[in-house]
């Protein structure tokens, strides 16, 4: 033990040369490699699904293609334009679907003073070859009738004027003190006595252009206002709003597949417009195809683009088919008014304007003659419908409701009071 210490003590230079142990970490310090290590490249966060959606679908692949797709729908669309246009113009703006004056007439009625006839008589004669009371809401171009004591004015309309000529002139016919005869009668035209006049012709007939039926063709100013609502009200309530294609009434159709009830106010109009209804009648088959329904559809916004809404109404009123009568169809609310209730559609009452609208859907099962209780309560229908867009009041509406439907009664028999019959179509 002696020995080994003095050796370890003998050699002082290997005790300065040791090294000393200390309790630092060999560790470099924190941050010092992060910070020296070599900067990289900043990477984004992978983008969301809908970011990678859209750039799918936006790209210039698509995009070509739809700007493509929208060339070809346009051209398309132009094509179709104008062939429907041609179309349009041919059959509803050159004239021919109606002729306003279209029919079978009488020979002219020669009045003589002295001939044994009364007031009444002769009141009704005027009202067969197209005449109205003057007082009467109706267009200016119609001839018209007034009395006056024992006076009868006649006043010829644009019926009285054949190739620019004034044919019928205006009349005062005097009749006598008992009023069953003739006393005089007065040229108000010429300003001068006459022994003799001539009025015109009876309207023995009317003349559908369809063939198989009779048709008065009235203007929109006859068409009294409470039958223009009442159609409307039925047909298409937006009518003078939309441009051709009535979508709210599209999609009030599609509800009623759910709609199991028979009287519910859905079930009182349609989903065409009335200028799709008068396309379809007018220009096209009944064919239920998409192809005929976007068809006339089309057609209906380029129509609208050539005739303003009371043409449109005018030849709609004119062109739909209401029911028959002996055999004969009625076309036209000129000549439903006449064949139903014996009068001009300019006198009709709100409650008989709401029959004539109601009958629009389906004038065969809705035929007064065979059934006038389904037909009554079709009327009401109409009628309730009115109220409840504010165009008749409550009051209105429970007045109209009891009013009974007179028709007119029918007569296969015609009253030619002597006079030859001709054919005629006069313009």
């Given at each position: 033990?002696?020995?080994?210490?003095?050796?370890?003590?003998?050699?002082?230079?290997?005790?300065?040369?040791?090294?000393?142990?200390?309790?630092?970490?060999?560790?470099?310090?924190?941050?010092?490699?992060?910070?020296?290590?070599?900067?990289?490249?900043?990477?984004?966060?992978?983008?969301?699904?809908?970011?990678?959606?859209?750039?799918?679908?936006?790209?210039?692949?698509?995009?070509?293609?739809?700007?493509?797709?929208?060339?070809?729908?346009?051209?398309?669309?132009?094509?179709?334009?104008?062939?429907?246009?041609?179309?349009?113009d041919q059959k509803l703006l050159s004239g021919e679907v109606y002729t306003a004056s279209a029919g079978i007439y009488s020979a002219?009625?020669?009045?003589?003073?002295?001939?044994?006839?009364?007031?009444?008589?002769?009141?009704?004669?005027?009202?067969?070859?197209?005449?109205?009371?003057?007082?009467?809401?109706?267009?200016?171009?119609?001839?018209?009738?007034?009395?006056?004591?024992?006076?009868?004015?006649?006043?010829?309309?644009?019926?009285?004027?054949?190739?620019?000529?004034?044919?019928?002139?205006?009349?005062?016919v005097k009749f006598s003190k008992d009023q069953k005869s003739v006393a005089a009668i007065g040229d108000r035209d010429a300003n001068?006595?006459?022994?003799?006049?001539?009025?015109?012709?009876?309207?023995?007939?009317?003349?559908?252009?369809?063939?198989?039926?009779?048709?008065?063709?009235?203007?929109?100013?006859?068409?009294?206002?409470?039958?223009?609502?009442?159609?409307?009200?039925?047909?298409?309530?937006?009518?003078?709003?939309?441009?051709?294609?009535?979508?709210?009434?599209?999609?009030?159709?599609?509800?009623?597949?759910?709609?199991?009830?028979?009287?519910?106010?859905?079930?009182?109009?349609?989903?065409?417009?009335?200028?799709?209804?008068?396309?379809?009648?007018?220009?096209?088959?009944?064919?239920?195809?998409?192809?005929?329904?976007?068809?006339?559809?089309?057609?209906?916004?380029?129509?609208?683009?050539?005739?303003?809404?009371?043409?449109?109404?005018?030849?709609?009123?004119?062109?739909?088919?209401?029911?028959?009568?002996?055999?004969?169809?009625?076309?036209?609310?000129?000549?439903?008014?006449?064949?139903?209730?014996?009068?001009?559609?300019?006198?009709?009452?709100?409650?008989?304007?709401?029959?004539?609208?109601?009958?629009?859907?389906?004038?065969?099962?809705?035929?007064?003659?065979?059934?006038?209780?389904?037909?009554?309560?079709?009327?009401?229908?109409?009628?309730?419908?009115?109220?409840?867009?504010?165009?008749?009041?409550?009051e209105q509406f429970a007045q109209y409701k009891q009013e009974p439907i007179v028709l007119k009664q029918i007569s296969n028999t015609?009253?030619?009071?002597?006079?030859?019959?001709?054919?005629?179509?006069?313009?």
């Open positions: 033990m002696i020995i080994s210490l003095r050796l370890r003590n003998s050699n002082p230079s290997m005790q300065d040369n040791a090294p000393i142990k200390t309790a630092r970490s060999k560790m470099p310090p924190k941050g010092w490699v992060k910070s020296r290590r070599p900067a990289s490249a900043y990477q984004a966060p992978p983008s969301s699904r809908f970011r990678r959606i859209l750039r799918l679908i936006f790209n210039g692949w698509t995009i070509s293609i739809a700007l493509i797709m929208m060339l070809g729908v346009f051209l398309g669309l132009t094509y179709f334009w104008f062939e429907f246009s041609d179309r349009i002219p009625k020669t009045l003589k003073v002295g001939e044994a006839t009364t007031i009444s008589a002769m009141i009704d004669y005027l009202k067969s070859a197209g005449y109205i009371e003057r007082n009467n809401q109706a267009d200016a171009s119609r001839s018209r009738y007034v009395v006056d004591g024992d006076v009868l004015g006649i006043e010829p309309g644009m019926t009285g004027i054949i190739d620019g000529q004034k044919v019928f002139h205006a009349l005062s001068a006595q006459l022994n003799e006049a001539k009025l015109e012709p009876k309207i023995l007939s009317s003349i559908a252009a369809e063939g198989d039926g009779r048709r008065k063709t009235v203007t929109f100013n006859d068409i009294p206002a409470h039958l223009v609502k009442a159609i409307t009200v039925t047909e298409d309530r937006a009518f003078f709003e939309h441009y051709g294609v009535n979508l709210r009434g599209i999609a009030r159709a599609l509800w009623r597949r759910y709609d199991t009830e028979e009287n519910t106010p859905l079930s009182n109009q349609g989903g065409s417009s009335i200028t799709q209804q008068l396309v379809k009648n007018l220009l096209l088959t009944r064919d239920q195809t998409w192809e005929r329904k976007i068809t006339e559809a089309y057609m209906s916004v380029i129509l609208e683009t050539r005739l303003n809404k009371q043409e449109i109404f005018t030849l709609y009123a004119n062109q739909i088919y209401l029911g028959q009568q002996s055999g004969v169809s009625i076309y036209g609310v000129g000549e439903a008014s006449n064949a139903y209730f014996g009068k001009d559609v300019s006198q009709l009452t709100p409650a008989e304007a709401a029959f004539i609208a109601g009958i629009i859907r389906s004038p065969n099962r809705y035929n007064p003659y065979k059934n006038l209780a389904k037909v009554t309560e079709r009327r009401n229908q109409v009628l309730e419908s009115m109220q409840e867009v504010g165009e008749i009041t409550p015609k009253d030619l009071q002597g006079n030859a019959v001709f054919f005629a179509v006069r313009n």
